[in-house]
């Protein structure tokens, strides 16, 4: 019997001290950007795009998008992949549902991305807040859709989804982050298997949405480990995925281990596609929220 040659694997992985060509940016400041940052500062909101020193912040806030980081500054996990500080957060603010409102109409945004800390800290983990942040908004815009990234809801992850039920997003996401052999040391206080539970149960609960995750290459997970993650995913019924480069955001995170060339994060796009996944964002400076409002990302 004829045997088909085995499709070659892309060799991806080079360690290098400086970043690759492919991964510098410019942060151009044109007068969308500027009005994006006015209209943020203004409002006094919060951004995961600042906050975790995003290296897609100059595109992103140039086309007039930007990421609500809600709940606070403070987060009660001490991830050592992000640049989010950790620590005691403040009670959620009750004027933040009309200051996303009034950035939504500012902006004249009709896609809108919020995601939060970590806030273990309450009982239901700010599912109520993310609620009313929801509804607030729908109210004076009644025709945004919405993406919400969230926590992995530790303690009370039926409940946030209950809650959740009331303000039904249009996408539901959480983030995988990375593959579990890692998660010890770049998020200690994560758990893959609750990670995954709810998807699962956002999947099962939340009627027509769609759910999405995201994962880091460069930490140093292996090929096998990061294609198990994508059968995970799919198996608890998640249609989205984003494949990025993990870039140190701050000088007390984890050190890249590998820069993913270009090529094998197509190589990674045509696996996940393979998989079933119908929205896939595979490229280096690929993020959860980078052209979410795409239907066929980039
Ligand atoms: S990719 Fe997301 S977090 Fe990064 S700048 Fe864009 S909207 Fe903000």
């Given at each position: ?35 994006t940052e006015k209209v943020l500062t203004d409002l006094g909101l919060e951004t995961?795009c600042s ?10 806030w140039?086309?007039?998008?930007a990421?609500v ?34 950035m939504?109409?500012q902006l ?191």
């Amino acid at each position: 019997m004829n045997q088909q040659p085995e499709k070659e694997i892309p060799v991806t992985r080079k360690r290098r001290a400086k970043l690759p060509p492919w991964l510098k940016t410019i942060l151009p400041a044109d007068n969308t950007f500027s009005h994006t940052e006015k209209v943020l500062t203004d409002l006094g909101l919060e951004t995961i795009c600042s906050s975790a020193n995003c290296p897609n912040r100059g595109q992103c806030w140039s086309r007039g998008t930007a990421t609500v980081l809600i709940l606070g500054r403070i987060c009660t996990r001490n991830c050592k992949f992000c640049s989010v500080n950790a620590g005691r957060p403040q009670p959620p603010d009750e004027t933040e549902p009309a200051r996303l409102a009034q950035m939504a109409m500012q902006l004249k945004l009709k896609y809108m991305v919020i995601t939060s800390v970590n806030r273990d800290d309450l009982p239901d983990g700010g599912a109520a807040h993310f609620r009313d942040c929801i509804n607030e908004v729908r109210r004076q815009c009644p025709d945004m859709k919405f993406e919400i990234l969230t926590p992995d809801f530790r303690n009370c992850q039926e409940k946030a989804i209950e809650i959740l039920r009331e303000c039904l997003p249009f996408v539901f996401a959480h983030n995988v982050e990375t593959v579990p052999s890692l998660y010890k040391k770049a998020r200690a206080g994560g758990n893959y298997l609750r990670s995954l539970n709810l998807l699962k149960m956002a999947r099962d609960k939340l009627g027509d949405i769609q759910t999405k995750s995201s994962i880091m290459l460069g930490l140093g997970e292996q090929d096998n480990e990061v294609e198990q993650v994508l059968r995970d995913l799919r198996a608890a019924g998640c249609e989205r995925i984003t494949i990025g480069q993990y870039l140190k955001p701050s000088k007390n995170s984890l050190e890249v281990v590998e820069y993913i060339t270009p090529e094998k994060f197509e190589w990674w796009k045509q696996k996940a596609a393979e998989l079933g996944f119908s929205w896939i964002m595979s490229s280096p400076f690929a993020r959860s929220s980078f052209f979410a409002e795409q239907e066929n990302p980039l």
